[in-house]
């Protein structure tokens, strides 16, 4: 069965430190991987989505980045956080094929001071 | 934006069927209606989806309309674990698509 791993499970960063979240699946070949983020009270806005290694579409201009360095490992980073930032981030996977509904992880609660 | 409309919250007793309505108006002829949950600070949860014919499987049952402007998830037999926030997505299926939430349905199951 497939599985999605994220971590950390919560992080509280300072305005201007650098920031990594890493998610990975397991049981699955070529996904396609979504980072999400949730701010308090609100829906989901789609961030970044990969449909391969190294192809990256980002759907929101900001001062984050998303990399894919390996088929199931998906890491979304900054370089210097914003207080806008602070979020529940959430990694998805969806199959190639018709029908692929997603699957998320657990979710990083970030806390930017 | 999101091309779906649903009410902000719901209540319903335990052990009765609980309908959640979505409208999507303008619903494209290839674009499909999903629906997730949340509960409270864990990811979101696929529970079923639809084109055209109603959907059933062992979480719930997808009635949508002849019309597709409109559907409702039932959720069988409320149990206290299925308070959740209950999201209606219509998106198109494919390679790559992206999901857009809007604030969804806060379902509240009673005892």
Redesign the interface.
């Known amino acids: 069965s497939q599985t999605i791993h994220q971590w950390p499970a919560t992080l509280v960063q300072p305005v201007g430190s650098p920031l990594s979240l890493e998610c990975t699946v397991e049981g699955t070949s070529n996904p396609n991987l979504y980072w999400y983020r949730q701010a308090a009270g609100r829906g989901l806005q789609l961030l970044f989505y990969s449909v391969g290694i190294g192809q990256i579409s980002s759907e929101v201009p900001q001062n984050l980045s998303a990399s894919r360095p390996q088929d199931r490992q998906f890491i979304l980073s900054s370089k210097k956080l914003l207080l806008s930032d602070s979020g529940f981030y959430l990694c998805a996977w969806s199959g190639q094929g018709a029908y692929n509904e997603q699957f998320f992880g657990p979710g990083t609660r970030l806390t930017v001071l | 934006d999101?091309k779906t409309t649903q009410p902000p919250s719901m209540d319903c007793a335990e052990g009765r069927a609980a309908n959640l309505p979505c409208n999507h108006s303008t619903i494209s002829g290839n674009e499909?209606v999903?629906w997730y949950r949340q509960i409270h600070?864990?990811?979101?949860?696929?529970i079923i989806?639809g084109l055209k014919n109603n959907e059933t499987n062992e979480m719930a049952s997808l009635i949508i309309t002849e019309d597709r402007k409109s559907s409702t998830l039932i959720l069988p037999h409320a149990t206290l674990r299925d308070t959740a926030v209950y999201?209606c997505i219509v998106r198109v299926?494919?390679?790559?698509q992206?999901?857009?939430?809007?604030?969804?349905t806060r379902l509240s199951v009673l005892p």
């Open positions: 999101a499909y999903y600070s864990q990811g979101p949860q696929y989806h999201y299926d494919g390679y790559g992206n999901f857009v939430f809007g604030p969804g």
